[in-house]
């Protein structure tokens, strides 16, 4: 079967650095995205992987290892408003999206 | 364009009783997805179209579950018959194929809320 693992919920400080890890099993591999989510608010597309390596965007960056079936998002200069659900997407073979529970991301000040 | 609508936002509905969502993409986008997704858990693949083509129905999906895309623009949901474990949101998203942005990146609509008594 197909699986993407989060971790479920995560803590960090105002200021701080966080990662968030995603691993997945999928039938193929066409990209993985990551997705912000406010509660009750709709995914928000934050980055999108399809090469090993480190995209960067601001205080956003996002990490891919293909071979280890590998993800991690990491947020810098961590803001109050950064509280949310973090959800982890692999396209697969048929180019469908398969999503993570998501990570619920607390930032305390 | 102000992005992808869904409409209702919310919906109360008693067990037994059928209900309609619609979804208005992005004006010019190809791809329509429905989503459904409940607390804590990621989104749940519903259907998809390519223009008015439904291409992919998930196997999950009861027979009381349909959607249309008539001409290719806004879609609607209808689920006959609700039960309890319906209640759910249900996310609309659009994409474009072919566009210079990442490929498959999916802009969603705000949600319908259902929730069945």
């Given at each position: 079967g197909q699986n993407i693992d989060q971790p479920t919920e995560m803590t960090a400080t105002e200021g701080a650095i966080v990662q968030i890890n995603c691993t997945y099993q999928t039938s193929g591999f066409n990209g993985l995205f990551w997705y912000q989510q406010h509660a009750g608010e709709a995914p928000t597309f934050l980055?999108?992987?399809?090469?090993?390596?480190?995209?960067?965007?601001?205080?956003?960056?996002?990490?891919?290892?293909?071979?280890?079936?590998?993800?991690?998002?990491?947020?810098?200069?961590?803001?109050?408003?950064?509280?949310?659900?973090?959800?982890?997407?692999?396209?697969?073979?048929?180019?469908?999206?398969i999503w993570g529970a998501g990570t619920k991301l607390i930032i305390k000040p | 364009d102000t992005g992808v609508s869904q409409n209702p936002r919310h919906k109360i509905t008693k067990r037994g009783q059928n209900v309609t969502f619609r979804c208005d993409p992005i004006s010019e986008h190809n791809r329509l997805y429905w989503y459904r997704q409940t607390l804590g858990q990621g989104p749940?693949?519903?259907?998809?179209?390519?223009?008015?083509?439904?291409?992919?129905?998930?196997?999950?999906?009861?027979?009381?579950?349909?959607?249309?895309?008539?001409?290719?623009?806004?879609?609607?949901?209808?689920?006959?018959?609700?039960?309890?474990g319906d209640s759910a949101m249900y996310l609309c998203a659009s994409s474009l194929d072919g566009t210079g942005g990442p490929p498959g990146e999916l802009f969603f609509g705000e949600g319908s809320r259902l929730t069945v008594l």
């Open positions: 980055s999108y992987n399809v090469l090993d390596g480190l995209e960067e965007k601001g205080r956003f960056s996002s990490f891919l290892s293909r071979s280890k079936g590998y993800s991690y998002l990491l947020l810098k200069e961590l803001q109050m408003k950064d509280s949310a659900s973090y959800l982890c997407a692999v396209r697969d073979s048929n180019y469908q999206l | 749940e693949f519903l259907t998809y179209f390519q223009n008015e083509a439904q291409l992919e129905k998930s196997r999950l999906l009861s027979d009381r579950f349909s959607a249309e895309r008539p001409k290719g623009s806004f879609s609607t949901l209808e689920i006959q018959r609700t039960e309890q």
